[in-house]
């Protein structure tokens, strides 16, 4: 029986082993079942499951975390196109409550916001726009190439999309207004900045139309279909005003002078130049090609018959590489005189990078070679100069009003610190980015405001620049003095004196003469010293009445550092331009001779100059330094000067 039992159990084993081993099988599969069945949930599942450690609250504190808060000025994101909709996906698994409050926080930007409240904001949302455009979102506020510097005050990432639809419907509120008080400056410059933000976006960054259209459309809406329509908006918003702004451009538009400047020849020099100036002039240009070998063309723009003599429209065309420009067949409809030519002349030019020279001017380097190893020049497209420190000013608040929003880099000109009331010398500038503004702040009624608060257009181009947040750069250094040192207070006398980016002797104003207002035969320049002024305050000039032959001090801050002896060869440059000068205007026959002689022309040596304008001319420049010295808004500004001021 054991045998039997034992060999009925050895027998038995294999049966039972196979009866468990398919109920084994089948709950090895059962669980894999589910398994597999938990791992298709969880890839099905809505992305908002990965929240579900978070309670309701918390998942919407992250939502709204991340995204911006639609309709409001708070810059809370940025908002992609169709992110919200994407987003309402994403989280449909979450209860309605949730829903309900997220819709909140999704709602399409408001429409039809009210123009006086969105003039309220708009000169902010226009600012924080274009440095959006100019690169700045994300850099770090306290970059020392930072420009504009808006969007660093904004705590979070900058929404693109609140802002634009704001910035967008005041352009498209005030494009509807055919006319508007000139004369307001703050007007102008509003209406500017629309222009600039639709003109960039059609022509310069149209990546970002697509985005912008659907972020204000219905989600519903063709992405291209979205585009063309804020497309055709902008254009409208382009034409409308530049109709208003600009209408002295017609029938040419911005887009075909923009497309004209990209196929002009690449650099050349520009002189505004009267009767008064045109032996100056002469000088200068023949300095140019002869002592620094410059071969860049030369443009001279005058205004009409009036401005030039017969006799100087020859000699001027008579010069090779020398074009000359009517600046009335080129803007028959501005009311054009005195300052105001100088940003027309810019913008007339046939060059797409443009030296503006006085017609005073005279250079120590090839302008040429000063530019092209400018490294300003080359990271912001231009090149301004300060003038020198002088008054203190009281016009402060005016720049404030017309600019509410200044750029960081302009809180940190003399002139918004009441260091200076002249900030710019409107020498010279490279290529002009902003110069439609600069224009329209020179027309006839922006010029009459204007000029009230600064000596003549010198201001306008750097405040352009700031009104439109086109970047700028200004030469480290301000205007300081060339000439002799006094043996009697040890200061510098002379013209006014540029250094370039590197500190080195660029340019001078004035001419070979100590005082252009004096024709004496010792007027003549000393070409011995210069000194600079590295601070920009409270610096020391004096005028022993300019209006004999004694030029104007300069006693810098710091003596030792600032003042230096001029090299060698800079002083035989100096002396070269008073031979010439003397070979031009007091050689037999004076200009008319030489000119005859060099160029083989036939002038008219009757021809007599008209003194009765040259001399109104001076009688009015005069008239306007003597107002300034006893103005006095001037005196109480508390500056160490005396005698006359003189700008040149």
């Not at 810019?346 to 001017?361: G, K, S, W």
């Amino acid at each position: 029986m054991r045998n039997g039992t034992a060999n009925h159990n050895t027998r038995d084993l294999p049966g039972r082993t196979g009866l468990r081993n398919p109920i084994r099988t089948l709950i090895i599969i059962i669980i894999l079942l589910i398994g597999l069945w938990r791992v298709i949930l969880l890839v099905s599942a809505p992305a908002s499951t990965t929240l579900k450690p978070l309670n309701q609250h918390q998942r919407l504190a992250a939502l709204h975390a991340a995204l911006p808060v639609a309709g409001s000025g708070g810059e809370k994101g940025s908002l992609q196109a169709n992110e919200a909709e994407t987003v309402a996906k994403m989280v449909g698994g979450v209860d309605p409550s949730v829903q309900k409050q997220l819709a909140k926080i999704f709602v399409p930007p408001r429409a039809k916001i009210p123009l006086a409240e969105l003039e309220a904001t708009i000169d902010i949302m226009q600012a924080r726009f274009l440095d959006f455009l100019n690169g700045e979102e994300g850099a770090v506020g306290s970059a020392h190439n930072l420009f504009g510097g808006s969007l660093q005050s904004i705590p979070g990432p900058f929404n693109a999309r609140t802002t634009f639809n704001r910035v967008h419907q005041f352009a498209l509120e005030i494009s509807k207004v055919t006319t508007y008080e000139y004369g307001s400056l703050i007007q102008t410059a509003r209406r500017t900045r629309a222009l600039l933000i639709a003109y960039r976006l059609v022509h310069e960054q149209p990546s970002l139309l697509t985005l912008l259209a659907l972020s204000l459309s219905d989600a519903r809406v063709d992405a291209t279909e979205a585009r063309r329509g804020l497309e055709a908006e902008l254009n409208t918003v382009i034409n409308e005003l530049t109709a208003v702004l600009y209408d002295w451009i017609d029938p040419r538009t911005i887009r075909s002078m923009h497309l004209d400047f990209l196929q002009a020849p690449e650099m050349g020099i520009v002189i505004s130049c009267g009767v008064w100036h045109f032996e100056m002039a002469t000088v200068g240009i023949l300095a140019l090609r002869e002592i620094l070998g410059s071969t860049l063309p030369i443009e001279v723009h005058y205004l009409g018959d009036d401005d030039l003599t017969p006799n100087m429209v020859a000699v001027f065309k008579a010069m090779p590489g020398v074009t000359l420009v009517d600046l009335y067949e080129k803007f028959p409809l501005v009311d054009l005189e005195g300052w105001a030519i100088k940003p027309y002349s810019m913008l007339a030019a046939n060059f797409r990078n443009v030296i503006f020279v006085d017609a005073d001017a005279l250079f120590f380097q090839d302008p040429e070679r000063i530019v092209r190893q400018s490294l300003i020049y080359k990271q912001f497209g231009q090149l301004f100069y300060h003038d020198r420190t002088v008054f203190k000013d009281d016009h402060v608040d005016w720049f404030f009003g017309i600019n509410p929003e200044m750029t960081k880099y302009a809180s940190g000109l003399r002139y918004t610190n009441g260091l200076s009331t002249h900030e710019m010398e409107s020498g010279r500038t490279g290529v002009l980015h902003a110069l439609l503004a600069t224009c329209q702040m020179n027309g006839k009624e922006e010029r009459e405001v204007a000029y009230r608060n600064m000596h003549g257009d010198k201001e306008t181009f750097w405040m352009s620049w700031d009104l439109t947040r086109v970047p700028y750069r200004f030469v480290p250094n301000y205007g300081g003095a060339i000439g002799y040192r006094n043996k009697t207070t040890g200061n510098i006398c002379g013209g006014l004196y540029h250094p370039d980016e590197y500190n080195q002797p660029a340019w001078w104003n004035g001419g070979v003469l100590n005082n252009k207002y004096d024709s004496l035969e010792d007027n003549y320049m000393s070409y011995e010293y210069v000194a600079t002024d590295s601070y920009g305050y409270d610096i020391e000039w004096q005028w022993d009445f300019e209006y004999n032959s004694t030029p104007f001090c300069l006693k810098p801050r710091d003596p030792a550092n600032e003042i230096r002896e001029l090299e060698p060869h800079q002083k035989t440059i100096g002396y070269d331009y008073i031979k010439l000068y003397k070979e031009v205007k007091t050689g037999k026959g004076g200009w008319k001779q030489y000119f005859t002689d060099k160029y083989k022309l036939k002038l008219n040596m009757k021809e007599v100059t008209p003194k009765k304008k040259k001399e109104g001319l001076i009688e009015k420049e005069k008239d306007k330094e003597v107002k300034e010295e006893t103005d006095p808004q001037k005196q109480k500004a508390g500056s160490k000067w005396n005698g006359l001021l003189r700008k040149n």
